[in-house]
């Protein structure tokens, strides 16, 4: 049987090094495969078409909590009672700068807004592409935007302010979707990306793991990502945060998401497959899914939970052979 599946990881290497992408029923066979060979074949494919090339960013929580969605793996939804009660407003330009400018001297070269609520309102986005130009004015780094399901006008605004990318992540599988939100749907998180992307903006979409989800559940979002031009996929780890409705679940263990990574990377050969939130959580801060696919992170602290380090994943990087350093989008 392993030797089967390993014929079949090596097939399916091939072909993805042939220039085609592979199917959803191959990915799923790949859910089977002996560990090492698939980690190790998607080492390989992340060496041919990304390099040593390693794609590092921080966030900033710019506004917190009080959030009108009920995602159920969320601290900040007002759905929930969690300990995520110090909720504040949209940080002004100075207090943004003032961060940036700490995370371009410790070497960050990528640099995301991120904002909670569905979507921020026409006066905050206008005050959102002060701060954009003032921190690209006044930094090297390339800055992202997440600030929910806006419209083409408005990604329009942050694009020519100075953003290149927008995240807004799928979070699962259209059919799973349903079970993690209600407040929003599938297709208006499609319709948000398919919006930045007419803007001029390159998209960053992924997930969380440990959901509930199938392995079918997580390729179907990667193909959905992959169909919509998706150049970065974040791979969040679900952190079960006391008070939402995913307190109890239990956590994936490393080589599940090792074997989730891998298989990402045989689906977006060429894409960011970035480990985000719930890194902390595996025990050797992604070290593992670094030489199983991965070749890009968020670091530094996330949203409402700590994360890991920027000085010790500059560190972790050098070790394993990357090279911090900017991708096109």
């Not at 030797?3 to 089977?32: C, D, M, P």
């Not at 998401?257 to 050797?284: E, Q, S």
Request: with cysteine; charged share 25%; hydrophobic share 35%.
């Amino acid at each position: 049987m392993d030797s089967v599946a390993t014929i079949s990881i090596r097939q399916l290497k091939e072909k993805v090094l042939a220039g085609e992408w592979i199917s959803r029923e191959e990915a799923l066979r790949l859910s089977n495969a002996p560990l090492e060979e698939l980690t190790a074949a998607a080492d390989e494919l992340r060496q041919h078409f990304c390099g040593n090339q390693f794609d590092m960013c921080t966030i900033v929580n710019a506004k917190c909590g009080k959030c009108s969605e009920d995602c159920k793996y969320c601290a900040q939804s007002a759905h929930y009672h969690t300990a995520c009660e110090n909720s504040y407003g949209l940080l002004s330009t100075e207090e943004l700068l003032r961060h940036a400018r700490e995370q371009a001297k410790r070497g960050v070269l990528r640099y995301s807004i991120v904002t909670s609520g569905r979507a921020l309102p026409d006066r905050e986005v206008d005050q959102v592409c002060g701060s954009i130009r003032a921190i690209c004015t006044e930094t090297p780094m390339k800055v992202c935007i997440s600030l929910g399901l806006l419209k083409e006008e408005q990604f329009t605004k942050l694009k020519e302010a100075g953003a290149s990318r927008v995240h807004c992540n799928l979070e699962t599988s259209r059919r799973f979707f349903p079970q993690v939100c209600t407040t929003h749907s599938f297709d208006e998180k499609i319709a948000a990306l398919k919006a930045a992307k007419r803007a001029g903006l390159s998209l960053c979409s992924g997930g969380i793991m440990g959901l509930g989800e199938t392995m079918a559940d997580r390729i179907d979002m990667v193909i959905t990502a992959r169909e919509l031009g998706v150049t970065s996929v974040p791979v969040n780890l679900l952190n079960p945060i006391p008070g939402t409705p995913y307190e109890h679940h239990q956590v994936l263990d490393n080589d599940e998401l090792c074997r989730i990574t891998a298989i990402f990377r045989f689906l977006l050969p060429d894409g960011r497959i970035r480990l985000a939130g719930g890194r902390g959580l595996t025990g050797d801060k992604g070290e593992k899914c670094f030489t199983s696919g991965a070749n890009a992170a968020i670091s530094g602290d996330m949203l409402t939970t700590a994360g890991i380090t920027v000085e010790t994943d500059m560190a972790l990087m050098k070790k394993l052979g990357y090279e911090v350093k900017l991708d096109n989008g």
